[in-house]
């Protein structure tokens, strides 16, 4: 076996570590700007739908949205 195949092995097991607590802390990050704003906690892609957010509101989940996506690439 390779060495890249050999550090294939351990690092993937980190990576998904690692996008599994940055996805909780997003999810947190969520819900914590759903209630300042009295949303309801529903996924970022669904609430950009809302017809009543302010600017500041669609920003922010548009750019919520973007890291997610980034984040499951």
């Not at 914590?32 to 017809?51: G, I, Q, T, Y």
């Amino acid at each position: 076996m390779s060495d890249h195949t050999e550090w294939k092995k351990v690092l993937l097991p980190l990576t998904n570590a690692r996008n599994e607590y940055v996805a909780i802390v997003m999810s947190r990050e969520l819900l914590r700007f759903c209630k300042e704003n009295d949303l309801p906690f529903d996924s970022a892609d669904d609430l950009v739908h809302r017809e009543d957010l302010t600017d500041f509101q669609f920003g922010w989940l548009i750019g919520y949205c973007r890291i997610w996506e980034g984040l499951i690439e």
